[in-house]
Nanobody, 122 residues
């Protein structure tokens, strides 16, 4: 099995910063892309940022220039640095990882964390 554990959420005032972490553990041969999604009340889950194993990144337009995704491949961990936070960033943030568990199955499986709440007050 593979587990993803997120940390770093909380309550912050508008204009503040938070750093989310997500560590993957368990039966892991390799991890392809990792990413962060968020879901606000009454809205669909949306992609915030993603990063490949080689370090290529992409971001939602709404967070470009404010958020930065990074990863530590040795620790199977992905981070999301969130700056200049706005009330509209309030949501539950979920990380995911596309994991190969062994050398036999080439196609990775996507795993999700349990989510961490980020609340930005105005």
């Amino acid at each position: 099995q593979v587990q993803l554990v997120e940390s770093g959420g909380g309550l912050v005032q508008a204009g503040g910063s938070l750093r989310l972490s997500c560590a993957a553990s368990g039966r892991i041969f390799s991890i392809n892309a990792m990413g962060w999604y968020r879901q606000a009340p009454g809205k669909q889950r949306e992609l915030v940022a993603a990063i490949t194993s080689g370090g290529s990144t992409n971001y939602a337009d709404s967070v470009k220039g404010r958020f930065a995704i990074s990863r530590d491949n040795a620790k199977n961990t992905v981070y999301l640095q969130m700056n200049s936070l706005k009330p509209e960033d309030t949501a539950v943030y979920y990380c995911n990882a596309d994991v190969r568990r062994d050398t036999v199955v080439v196609t990775p499986s996507r795993y999700w964390g349990q989510g961490t709440q980020v609340t930005v007050s105005s």
